[in-house]
């Protein structure tokens, strides 16, 4: 059983930064691929970036790009997720997310989630 505990949430103003942080524990990580997602108050989940845990290759929904940054430290087997000039709606509840590498693989392992709220 995979456990992946968020944290580094929190409030912040327009513009400013937020790195959360996602420790994964309970299997090898050798072909598995980590990610976030976001859920703000009365909208569905949706899909932030994820990074390919073998190869470090990033991908990034559209709204993120060149504001998010996603890394990872294979030594810890946390990822992070840098933001930068954050916007009032980025406000939601910040998920980890992991599933095993190979192809049709569908998210299944999930975190508690971590509050981001940016102030106007």
């Known amino acids: 059983q995979v456990q992946l505990v968020e944290s580094g949430g929190g409030l912040v103003q327009a513009g400013g930064s937020l790195r959360l942080s996602c420790a994964a524990s309970?299997?090898?990580?050798?072909?598995?691929?980590m990610g976030w997602f976001r859920q703000a108050p009365g909208k569905e989940r949706e899909f932030v970036g994820s990074?390919?845990?073998?190869?470090?290759?990033?991908y990034y929904a559209d709204f993120v790009k060149g504001r998010f940054t996603i890394s990872r430290d294979n030594a810890k087997n946390t990822i992070y997720l840098q933001m930068n000039s954050l916007k009032p709606e980025d406000t939601a509840v910040y998920y980890c997310?992991?599933?095993?590498?190979?192809?049709?693989?569908?998210?299944?392992?999930w975190g508690q989630g971590t509050q981001v709220t940016v102030s106007s």
């Open positions: 997310t992991g599933k095993l590498n190979y192809s049709g693989s569908r998210w299944s392992d």
């Open positions: 309970g299997r090898t990580f050798s072909s598995y691929d």
């Open positions: 990074i390919n845990w073998s190869t470090g290759s990033p």
